[in-house]
């Protein structure tokens, strides 16, 4: 059974930044591709950043130049690199793993607050 663990969150500073980490356990970690999402109060979750095995990114839109998603398979880890934060990226941040077989897996999720 896979395991996801974050970490990282935190209250920041409009303009600031954070990375979020997410340690995966259970099974191969190369062979999921890893994903961060997010849902703010009254919104659906939704995609931030994934990062395929072979280490190819997708990004939504609104974090594109701010957010950067990256992994170090030898530490079974996927890190969120957050940038130029907004009020508006205030969140539960989620790590997921998604096999080639469409299982995913949630992790618990971690709080992201923007405010001054």
């Known amino acids: 059974q896979v395991q996801l663990v974050e970490s990282g969150g935190g209250l920041v500073q409009p303009g600031g930044s954070l990375r979020l980490s997410c340690t995966f356990s259970?099974?191969?970690?190369?062979?999921?591709?890893m994903g961060w999402y997010r849902q703010a109060p009254g919104n659906q979750r939704e995609l931030v950043a994934d990062?395929?095995?072979?280490?190819?990114?997708n990004s939504a839109n609104s974090v594109k130049g701010r957010f950067t998603i990256s992994r170090d398979n030898a530490k079974n880890t996927v890190y969120l690199q957050m940038n130029s934060l907004k009020p508006e990226d205030t969140a539960v941040y989620y790590c997921?793993?998604?096999?080639?077989?469409?299982?995913?897996?949630w992790g618990q999720g971690t709080q992201v607050t923007v405010s001054s």
């Open positions: 259970g099974r191969v970690f190369s062979f999921y591709t």
């Open positions: 990062i395929t095995s072979g280490g190819s990114t």
């Open positions: 997921n793993a998604r096999s080639t077989y469409g299982l995913q897996y």
